[in-house]
């Protein structure tokens, strides 16, 4: 059972270039979200998505957009990248509110 | 601004013991509170959560206290085990809402 899968686990990028983070979930759930995990931060709110067709911004939406593309899949873009946004990002989704969330094993990314 | 707070980066207990992890709130209308644990390249998964109606939720060796008046919650571990070794982080968010705010984590470390 995959539950929540996001790719690549591991990514280095130079300041400027761009990228798409993917996450994908066989749970059939409603709602996704994008986390950023940085040390002393704990998690924070980037994007997520109530349902198919919508989107919403969280605490730091900045520098990045997402497509909920279907039930299943949600993607995180960064279209200029900037040493700010090196972090261990997290895709997520719930069955209903947003009480228990599944987390994917997270993306680490490296803005030089 | 955070609203959600863990004041204790880390906390060493040895084994046998019990492990009590502290987590604060800033905003009153919060209803519902959630514990994660997190291991190292692993994403966070759900622990424990209670509503604001109750103010003492078990399951197992996990007890999560809640103190509204001092908007004040707690996650006691009895007793405490090697495995429980991890990251924990506490949220907070509103019963039929979307958004969790969580905390910056605790790294418990149980000592045989």
């Known amino acids: 059972n995959a539950g929540v899968t996001q790719t690549p686990k591991f990514q280095v990028l130079k300041t400027g270039q761009s990228m798409t983070l993917q996450c994908a979930q066989d749970?059939?759930?409603?709602?996704m979200y994008w986390y950023r995990q940085d040390p002393g931060m704990g998690l924070r709110l980037i994007y997520y998505?109530?349902?198919?067709?919508?989107?919403d911004k969280g605490e730091v939406p900045n520098g990045y957009n997402v497509s909920r593309l279907n039930k299943r899949e949600f993607s995180l873009r960064l279209e200029s990248a900037a040493p700010s946004q090196t972090s261990v990002y997290f895709c997520?989704?719930?069955?209903?509110?947003?009480?228990?969330?599944?987390f994917g094993e997270g993306s680490r990314l490296t803005v030089l | 601004d955070q609203q959600v707070k863990q004041n204790s980066p880390s906390l060493s207990v040895q084994e046998g013991r019990i492990s009590i992890l502290n987590c604060d709130y800033t905003?009153?209308?919060?209803?519902?509170f959630l514990w994660y644990k997190k291991y190292p390249a692993e994403g966070p998964t759900f622990l424990i959560s209670i509503s604001s109606i109750k103010d003492k939720n078990e399951d197992g060796r996990f007890t999560v206290f809640l103190n509204k008046s001092a908007k004040h919650l707690s996650l006691h571990i009895v007793p405490s085990q090697p495995g429980d070794s991890a990251v924990y982080f506490c949220?907070?968010?509103?019963?039929?809402?979307?958004?969790?705010?969580f905390g910056q984590g605790t790294r418990l470390t149980i000592n045989p």
């Open positions: 997520a989704s719930s069955g209903g509110f947003a009480g228990e969330l599944f």
């Open positions: 998505s109530a349902s198919e067709g919508t989107t």
């Open positions: 749970m059939n759930h409603n709602s």
């Open positions: 905003n009153s209308m919060f209803d519902y």
């Open positions: 949220a907070a968010g509103f019963q039929g809402a979307q958004k969790l705010v």
